[in-house]
């Protein structure tokens, strides 16, 4: 983002910069050349959605920017629905299941998953790899048959899985 800050008369001089009190540290938050001045990706990245004030002091006064940060992620599941099979004669079926979380972004981690309120364990029922988890077989062989939603807790955002666990054990 580049606010350029021009005057009528004479030139100007930039100064320090300010996000509210926080002073901007050069080529770190931002860039400045001949006036303008570029707010860097990377620092908006970090911002919280919603309106900051950038604060420019220059040499001809202060310059207030009032600049609206909206988060644009979005996370989607891959696959979004999966089924697991109870039936452990079933090869194809009763197998760990792999869910991919996919973003539009840079910077998400997976912080937890879910199962409702409860959080599942790492190794003990899923196992992850960057944003690729694989929820184990042994714990979804204790879940009811029927859908259950798994959340994919980020730093960007929630989504959702849905597993159908069947179970096609033929009693005897």
């Known amino acids: 983002m580049v606010l350029a800050v021009a005057v009528n008369t004479g030139t100007v001089t ?3 910069i300010y996000n509210g009190e926080t002073k901007l540290t050069k080529t770190t938050h931002y860039t400045e050349t001949g006036g303008a001045v570029t707010l860097l990706k990377t620092y908006l990245d970090d911002l919280t ?3 900051v004030t950038i604060t420019i002091e220059t040499s001809q006064g202060d310059v207030n920017a009032v600049i609206t940060i909206v988060d644009t992620t979005t ?3 891959d ?3 999966a089924t697991f099979d109870k039936n452990t004669s079933n090869a194809e079926g009763y197998v760990d ?3 991919e979380v996919k973003h539009n972004t840079t910077g998400v981690t997976l912080t937890s998953v879910k199962n409702g309120d409860a959080a599942l364990t790492v190794v003990t029922d899923y196992t992850a ?3 690729v988890v694989t929820l184990l077989k042994t714990y979804l062989d204790d ?3 029927g859908d259950t939603v798994i959340t994919f807790n980020t730093n960007k955002g929630d989504v959702d ?3 159908t666990v069947v179970d096609t054990t033929e009693e005897i």
Do not use: R, S
């Open 97 to 99: 299941v792999e869910i």
């Open 75 to 77: 996370l989607t599941a």
């Open 14 to 16: 930039i100064g320090d």
């Open 143 to 145: 879940l009811e048959v």
């Open 161 to 163: 899985a849905v597993i």
């Open 49 to 51: 959605a919603g309106d």
């Open 79 to 81: 696959p979004a629905n």
């Open 129 to 131: 790899v960057g944003l």
